[in-house]
């Protein structure tokens, strides 16, 4: 795949991935409003079959309303959405018969113990495997005659991954999945979610703003602000066509070495602290460094360090942020 | 998903019935006691006061009919049918289950009309049973009762209690609390039975169809009350139709 076919970003390029037959989420020009807000603005983006796609973006920024609108609880105002190929305002239901939704609260039926849950979901949902669900409840060692208001969070969050899985999903979509678990109840949420879910081909579309489970589990991200799309790549991608440099000076870099570094094009932004200055680049990481290099009789060291997501989503953040004050 | 329907309404259901049943039986077992403690006090109560009493002492039949189809009983279902019509929507956004819901392979129109089908089964069982308790109460006071009339009456008072399901549900879907909805059905409620309290309001009030004296005497068939209690029962379903598949969450 081409670095065109594989990046969607925002400026707005469309993809390039074969119409939908190859997409499990296929999204354009979509604009979801709250009265006169624009809580979704123009999103444009593809998820393609069996990739874990982590959906990022900071609190407000869209990524529930996006999901809401992939499962028909809210319609789009403007744009369209597919899923597998359905319109999900006008095939909702096909859609919903091919995704399994696990919500950011994870409200389940309190009042239900768990049989009466899965018999509930197996009356709802047009195909339903109960050994399915059963292993899943095994696996995660939840109790299986339990009343559901007397789990723990974490139990809840298995419990509904379990579920989900009982109709047999293309499509996982959790919202926010691990908000509010304890370390460890995430790690075997998570672990799960890849060792099972993943490995069975299923697509996982799943939003978060905690940086490192995505990095975790992710093979391709979207990051939103304020219903914009800023980026959407295959996570291994981006971090290769990114780097942070690291420079240790042996005295206190003059303002204008900083300036001169600051302009280069391969820097995307640069942060200094005393003699060190860190560099996020992107582009050719060797030749910058040569070039850099030229130069030793200001530098101590060179150092180039993979880029973690943490790293990319706050640059993209910024980025993102000092274009918007740029246009004002 | 009529089983959960159940199991959530259960309690409500059971509270309200034992509730109804009780009432039911006071009505109909009390009607001699009343009738000896009127002809005891004498003329210890002022006159206007006695000629009204006396008019719903009048007959035994007329008493139980005043008492449970045109008071206690359609103020009690009434009560219960906004309870479980508040809920139906409303309950599953203020929990958020509602996104569990909806997210299933199931169209809003079945979510509605299943939540819908079970709360007025629940409304029939425990009107049945209230008029059931009625019969064997008066027929152990040996004042047996019209089966026809009962049957009727009952059957008019479902309807009439089909109407505030169904205005609560449908401020179920309006509203994301239930107590709004809770309170705007038993408001409009009232509206509808206050033209019954005027002189010549009783073609104007919801209520005085609902509890047709004519249809419990046997008087007359109550083919106008049937109609009217049962467009009052399907409009706001059907309004409630509308809006819940239009609405967002």
Not at chain 1, 111 to 134: E, G, K, M, Y
Not at chain 2, 74 to 84: D, F, K, Q
Not at chain 2, 188 to 212: K, M
Request: aromatic fraction near 8%.
């Amino acid at each position: 795949m081409s670095d065109r076919e594989r990046s969607l970003t925002a400026t707005g390029s469309p993809s390039l991935l074969p119409a939908n037959q190859q997409a499990a989420i296929d999204i354009r020009d979509l604009v979801v409003t709250y009265g006169a807000k624009r809580a979704v603005d123009g999103l444009t983006f593809t998820v393609p079959r069996g990739a874990i796609f982590g959906f990022l973006g900071p609190n407000g920024s869209g990524k529930t309303t996006t999901i809401k609108t992939l499962l028909g609880f809210r319609p789009p105002d403007k744009g369209s959405a597919l899923v597998f190929g359905y319109d999900v305002v006008r095939q909702s239901l096909e859609v919903r018969a091919r995704i399994g939704f696990v919500s950011e609260t994870n409200s389940l039926y309190d009042f239900l113990t768990i049989p009466q849950l899965c018999a509930f979901c197996r009356s709802v949902s047009s195909q339903w495997d109960q050994q399915v669900v059963d292993r899943y409840l095994g696996l995660f060692g939840l109790p299986p005659r339990e009343k559901v208001g007397r789990l723990s969070k974490g139990m809840k969050s298995q419990l509904a991954l379990s579920l989900a899985m009982g109709s047999n999903p293309d499509l996982l979509i959790l919202d926010e999945p691990t908000a509010g678990l304890d370390p460890l109840a995430r790690h075997a949420f998570l672990n799960t979610l890849v060792s099972e879910v993943a490995a069975s081909g299923k697509t996982i579309f799943f939003s978060s703003h905690i940086l490192s489970e995505v990095e975790a589990v992710a093979t391709w991200v979207a990051i939103i602000r304020e219903g914009k799309l800023v980026l959407c790549d295959e996570l291994d991608h981006l971090k290769q066509s990114r780097s942070v440099v690291k420079l240790t000076y042996v005295d206190l870099p003059k303002a204008s070495d900083i300036e001169v570094l600051r302009r280069l094009p391969e820097v995307m932004s640069l942060a200094q602290e005393g003699r060190s200055v860190r560099l996020v680049t992107r582009g050719d990481v060797e030749s910058l460094t040569q070039a850099l290099r030229a130069h030793p009789y200001a530098l101590r060291e060179v150092e180039v360090v993979d880029l973690n997501l943490e790293d990319l989503f706050l640059e993209y953040m910024k980025e993102s942020r000092h274009g918007r004050e740029g246009t004002h | 998903m009529v089983a959960k329907e159940l199991i959530e309404t259960r309690w409500k259901a059971i509270v309200c019935a034992l509730l109804a049943l009780v009432l039911v039986v006071v009505s109909a077992a009390t009607y001699d006691l009343f009738k000896s403690m009127l002809s005891g006090s004498g003329s210890q109560v002022p006159q206007f006061f006695q000629q009204q009493v006396q008019q719903f002492l009048g007959s035994y039949d007329l008493y139980v009919w005043g008492n449970w189809f045109a008071k206690n009983g359609a103020e009690i279902l009434a009560v219960l049918a906004a309870v479980l019509g508040a809920g139906l929507i409303a309950g599953e956004v203020s929990k958020g289950t509602i996104f569990f819901l909806l997210g299933k392979p199931i169209s809003r129109e079945r979510v509605l009309l299943t939540k819908y089908a079970v709360s007025a089964c629940v409304l029939l069982a425990v009107t049945i049973l209230s008029s059931v308790a009625l019969l064997v109460t008066a027929a152990i006071i040996r004042h047996p009762q019209p089966i026809g009339g009962v049957v009727l009456s009952t059957l008019l008072l479902w309807l009439g209690e089909l109407f505030v399901l169904g205005m609560a549900q449908l401020f179920s879907v309006l509203f994301r609390d239930v107590l709004r909805p809770l309170l705007l059905a038993l408001f409009i409620t009232i509206l509808v039975a206050v033209p019954g309290f005027f002189p010549n309001g009783g073609a104007w009030s919801l209520l005085s169809y609902w509890s047709s004296q004519a249809a419990y005497l046997g008087q007359a068939f109550p083919g106008k009350e049937f109609i009217i209690c049962l467009l009052g029962a399907v409009l706001p379903l059907l309004l409630a139709l509308l809006l819940f598949r239009k609405q967002a969450y």
